[in-house]
């Protein structure tokens, strides 16, 4: 079937160029972008995160004023004065 499509003259450029590059017809591109456009939405898998585990005993520093602390130390973070203002 033969139809008459207005298309910008900038994207009409890049097409006109991707053809020439990949040595394709206008009407190949048309059509194959086409069916791509019509072609109903592939269901995603849902993530899922691999199992994993930590070895050791675990957290042995239990308050969150010293883990701050330590996480900061030496990167500008606030002292112990600052601290006391929140």
Not at 12 to 17: Q, S
């Amino acid at each position: 079937m033969k139809t008459t499509v207005e298309i910008a003259d900038p994207l009409f450029r890049r097409a006109k160029l991707h053809c020439s590059t990949n040595g394709i017809s206008m009407r190949e591109l048309i059509e194959s972008s086409l069916r791509l456009s019509l072609e109903p939405a592939k269901a995603k898998t849902p993530f899922r995160m691999k199992p994993f585990g930590f070895q050791g005993k675990g957290q042995a520093i239990q308050e969150w004023s010293r883990i701050r602390e330590l996480a900061y130390e030496g990167r500008g973070g606030m002292d112990q004065k600052d601290d006391e203002r929140w």
